[in-house]
């Protein structure tokens, strides 16, 4: 079972940012958080990960609470590309994943 | 990020027949190789985590002898559906990690297979 819950959809408005969520309150000391997206008929694409402490890179900021129960996703510049599922997945590096539902992100005009 | 290739892209073949998808590292070198499938509106699930050089581990409920998997060289692993039926239409999705223990896992585009 996946041991992450988010919410299963969200709607952004072009241009905004977009923050999604995503609770992982069994997280051990070890696992880190990751976040990849998948695009209707693509294979996932790796967005970021993260163990502590917050984390940005050219696709998106990892906001993860201080007691690593929670974290967010930051897309700042939300655009109709970004339109996809979004899965957030804790585990040991080099472990599979296991995927949930994840969230739908729908980028509208 | 590094890259991970599948072939082919999509396959459509005839029920009873056996059909070969290739997974490659492109950029670096991968000790585990993952394989998941994908029905439609479903989330992934894994079938089988495979190393370079020794025999795949199945997922329970995953039939070992039905789907084939090789891992050969640091660069390639490969599954085989052997003889296909209608209900093993799916897209099939593997993924990578390096040989340095990297944290990541990259997948590659998946395969769409059809069987009729």
């Known amino acids: 079972d996946a041991k992450t819950t988010q919410p299963p959809s969200m709607d952004c408005a072009e241009g905004r940012a977009a923050n999604l969520p995503c609770n992982h309150s069994t997280i051990s000391g070890n696992e880190y958080v990751y976040w990849y997206r998948q695009i209707h008929s693509q294979g996932p694409q790796y967005i970021i990960h993260?163990?502590?402490n917050n984390e940005t890179n050219e696709m998106a900021s990892l906001i993860i609470t201080e007691d690593r129960k929670s974290s967010t996703l930051i897309l700042p510049h939300a655009t109709l590309r970004d339109t996809a599922v979004y899965y957030c997945i804790v585990n040991n590096a080099g472990n599979m994943l296991t995927f949930g539902g994840g969230t739908r992100l729908m980028v509208k005009p | 990020g590094a890259v991970v290739s599948q072939h082919p892209s999509r396959v459509i073949c005839k029920s009873g027949t056996s059909v070969k998808i290739e997974c490659r590292s492109l950029?670096?070198?991968?000790?585990?190789m993952f394989w998941y499938r994908q029905f439609p509106k479903k989330s992934l699930m894994l079938m089988a985590t495979?190393?370079?050089?020794?025999?795949?581990?199945?997922e329970q409920g995953v039939e070992k002898d039905k789907f084939l998997i090789n891992h050969a060289s640091l660069t390639l692993s490969t599954l085989t559906v052997t003889s296909a039926h209608p209900e093993d239409s799916s897209f099939y999705i593997c993924s990578a990690i390096g040989t340095l223990g990297q944290e990541t896992q990259y997948f590659g585009p998946g395969t769409r297979l059809l069987v009729l």
């Open positions: 950029d670096f070198q991968a000790t585990t």
């Open positions: 495979s190393n370079e050089g020794s025999k795949a581990t199945y």
């Open positions: 993260g163990l502590k």
